[in-house]
């Protein structure tokens, strides 16, 4: 992939350009993929940011921009959004998650973009269609050595295909690098302060912003927190432990014992690890990695479960269409065999943050302390640990993010007990590593991916007082 490539009008098709205090060319934005192009309330327009920003006079990329503008009278200026992954396109996200943030659009411009690598600003594709679908015959929880020699074959390919795509660009998409073009996209749309909603790995992306630019903080929410004190295998623990604690909430619900319900399922798994089961297409069947990641997309949604028990009945009677419905969701991948690019970028870029590189041997010395915090997720992501960035191209640059802001304004970060993703004790972590004064805790004792837009009231309304009005909560509310 050509870095300079012309992306000035990425996202944009032609009109007369909208005129912004920054000097940016705004216009009517475009169909991608095969979405249809959002409303005319939405315009894009690219910025060009340096490529390296240790050279910010060198070369450049462009980065796509969505806005719609503020509704009211009363402007407060631009609320930037960021979805998570990291690998998650805010241009194409932004309208969808709109009306769940309409009160906001009041007082803010709603405002997204694609990160570098991601989407319209240079995404990153480390492997095509068909070799994305060859890999789900690797077997990514290894029991012999061929299993485990193909699985880091696997492994090493697809770094090397991100390099071959991404060039110059693969050392240069961290996440540090992404809050310094926050800074220039708040320049640029004329705020005196950042005023930021990050939501999952957004909400590292923001502490990692406030740490640089403390000053420069305005009204920030962080809502589903990534615990800035975890490393790469920290980090896996930590989903490990959080997706068993949902999967425990499900089994509940459905008047199962946790113990006996999860058991049932990793019997389930190690069946179908020694057989794929048939999924109602002759071309593929229902692998084991699959299986997990089918099974993990509905925890995200409590409104999903219905789905997970017909999808788990089906695999009981040996048919993994279901499941591999479920799979090819999380996959991006449409039913003519295409498949969406956010975990190549999520993989670039968290393998840019990590520095940690776990062996095959370190791996194995933890499997069971993985399988104890989860007999069903725990070995896909004990070994996940030495996959993810196994002989990558380039070097990682820190175990854990620097999130401290001492002298910034207060940042409301927003934690879910039963969230599956980023366990509730991240956003207690994150607070206190944002610093006393700055980092200001609300709780929700509920379930799912988030919590605002989730159905709590209490939850919704704090965080709309503090946004729109500059209400802070008192630090260690509750809602239930």
Not at 180 to 207: A, C, P
Not at 218 to 241: E, I, K, S, W, Y
Not at 385 to 395: E, K, Q, R
Request: hydrophobic share 35%; with cysteine.
């Amino acid at each position: 992939m050509a870095v300079a490539s012309a992306l000035l009008a990425a996202g944009c098709s032609g009109g007369s350009p909208d005129d912004d205090r920054g000097g940016l060319s705004w216009g009517r934005c475009k169909a991608t993929g095969d979405a249809p192009a959002p409303s005319s309330d939405w315009q894009c327009a690219t910025l060009k940011v340096p490529l390296d920003w240790s050279k910010p006079d060198g070369e450049t990329i462009g980065l796509a921009l969505i806005r719609a503008k503020a509704r009211g009278d009363d402007r407060a200026g631009s609320l930037l959004f960021n979805f998570g992954g990291p690998g998650a396109s805010g241009v194409s996200m932004m309208p969808s998650y709109a009306p769940t943030v309409s009160r906001l659009r009041e007082r803010y411009d709603l405002v997204s973009w694609d990160p570098r690598g991601v989407g319209a600003s240079e995404g990153v594709r480390c492997r095509g269609d068909k070799e994305i679908q060859a890999a789900e015959s690797v077997d990514v929880t290894p029991d012999t050595p061929a299993e485990e020699k193909a699985f880091f074959q696997d492994a090493a390919d697809f770094g090397k295909g991100c390099q071959k795509d991404a060039g110059k660009l693969m050392a240069h998409v961290s996440t540090a690098d992404s809050a310094r073009d926050m800074d220039r996209i708040r320049e640029v749309l004329g705020d005196e302060k950042m005023h930021y909603f990050g939501i999952s790995y957004g909400t590292e992306l923001g502490g990692t912003y406030a740490h640089l630019f403390p000053k420069n903080v305005g009204r920030m929410t962080l809502d589903a927190v990534v615990d800035p004190g975890a490393d790469a295998v920290g980090h896996a623990r930590n989903q490990a432990r959080g997706f068993q604690r949902a999967l425990d909430g499900y089994l509940k619900s459905t008047g199962q014992d946790p113990a006996e319900g999860s058991r049932k399922i990793a019997d389930l798994l190690r069946r179908i690890d020694s057989r794929p089961l048939p999924a109602g297409t002759p071309e593929r069947k229902l692998t084991q990695t699959l299986a997990v990641t089918g099974i993990i997309l509905p925890l995200y949604s409590k409104d999903s479960w219905p789905t997970l028990t017909s999808a788990l009945d089906a695999a009981q009677r040996g048919d993994g269409s279901e499941l591999l419905t479920l799979a090819d969701g999380y996959n991006e991948r449409d039913p003519s065999g295409r498949y969406g690019t956010t975990t190549h970028a999520q993989r670039v870029i968290s393998c840019l943050d990590d520095r940690q590189r776990p062996t095959a041997a370190t791996t194995r010395k933890l499997l069971p302390q993985f399988e104890k915090i989860s007999p069903v997720f725990g070995t896909f992501l004990g070994w996940d640990t030495a996959g993810w960035c196994h002989d990558w191209p380039v070097p990682g640059q820190h175990d854990t993010p620097e999130v401290s802001a001492p002298g910034a304004a207060p940042v409301l970060v927003v934690g879910n007990t039963g969230d599956p993703a980023t366990p509730y004790e991240g956003a207690r972590r994150m607070a206190d590593e944002l610093g006393k004064g700055v980092g200001v805790m609300l709780t929700w004792r509920g379930e799912g991916h988030g919590a605002y837009g989730s159905g709590s009231d209490c939850v919704d309304s704090t965080v709309d007082a503090y946004l729109l009005d500059g209400s802070v909560p008192k630090d260690g509310k509750v809602c239930s």
